[in-house]
């Protein structure tokens, strides 16, 4: 039997997901770190050690993903917590982007999310207990150019948080989602370093005037993971300097 919550974290490797795994192990969280990239996740455990296992997984192999939860129930004896950090962006004009490229982000972005959940939510069920969280965007709260598949995806994985929230709350089982704001990352800085118009239009908005940090989110996954959130459910929670609501 486990003695530690067990919490699988997507995309850990990098970014965001990094900063929610570092968070996690010093928490004595164990956490299941899922990427598909084997350099970066060899890093990530010479950085973490114990407290982590580094799982490669494209995320896209739906199909592999009931085996693939199964394997890891049975070597950490149950996942207590799932975030859904994993995703991928694209800007292009829309009418440069094509139904593959659409289709991609939706993958990764949207349905991979749905059969992971639940498939770990078939575990967490028997225990009467769970805590999910997803990460959306700004691009779901508000219209951003030339994301059209990203912020579909976003809005999606917001509208998923409510209904499995809903649903699952009779289980013991919570869902709550993070809409990050600009979040100094390798993602966004590919979005906005070569578009100054962009960025400097972010950063206008953003009332601290500066891009948020990974450990931000870090932090408050945590907060929403843990019991000091038992009675939260169901929010999509910006934490974005106040860009959701700059003027
Ligand atoms: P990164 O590109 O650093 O991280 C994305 C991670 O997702 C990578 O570690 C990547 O791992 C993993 N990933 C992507 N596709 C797959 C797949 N098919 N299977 C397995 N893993 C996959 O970006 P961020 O840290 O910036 O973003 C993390 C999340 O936060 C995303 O959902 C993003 O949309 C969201 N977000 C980010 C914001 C920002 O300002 N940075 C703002 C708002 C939301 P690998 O390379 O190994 O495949």
Do not use: W
Not at 20 to 28: L, P, Q
Not at 41 to 50: C, N, S
């Amino acid at each position: 039997m486990k003695n530690k919550p067990v919490a699988i974290v997507t995309g850990g490797a990098s970014g965001i997901g990094l900063a929610i795994a570092e968070t996690f192990v010093k928490n004595k969280i164990t956490t299941i770190i899922i990427g598909r990239d084997t350099k970066k996740l060899k890093a990530v455990k010479q950085k973490l050690g114990d407290g982590c296992d580094i799982q490669a997984f494209d995320l896209k192999d739906r199909k592999g993903i009931p085996a693939f939860i199964k394997k890891l129930v049975k070597k950490h004896g149950g996942i207590d917590i799932l975030v859904n950090n994993a995703g991928i962006n694209m800007k292009k004009p829309l009418i440069e982007v094509s139904d593959e490229d659409f289709d991609n982000i939706i993958e990764t972005n949207v349905q991979s999310i749905f059969s992971l959940s639940r498939e770990v939510v078939k575990y967490m069920l028997p225990n009467k207990k769970g805590s999910i969280v997803n990460i959306s965007s700004m691009a779901s709260q508000y219209g951003i150019p030339k994301v059209i598949a990203y912020s579909a995806s976003k809005g999606a994985i917001e509208s998923m948080t409510r209904a499995m929230a809903v649903e699952l709350s009779p289980n013991g089982i919570r869902v709550n989602c993070i809409a990050p704001g600009f979040i100094a990352t390798e993602m966004s800085a590919k979005a906005l370093n070569n578009d100054p118009e962009r960025k400097n239009k972010a950063l206008g908005r953003t009332p601290m005037g500066y891009l948020g940090e990974p450990k931000d989110i870090g932090t408050t996954a945590l907060f929403l993971a843990s019991d000091a959130a038992k009675y939260i459910t169901g929010v999509i929670l910006p934490v974005d300097g106040g860009n959701s609501i700059g003027f």
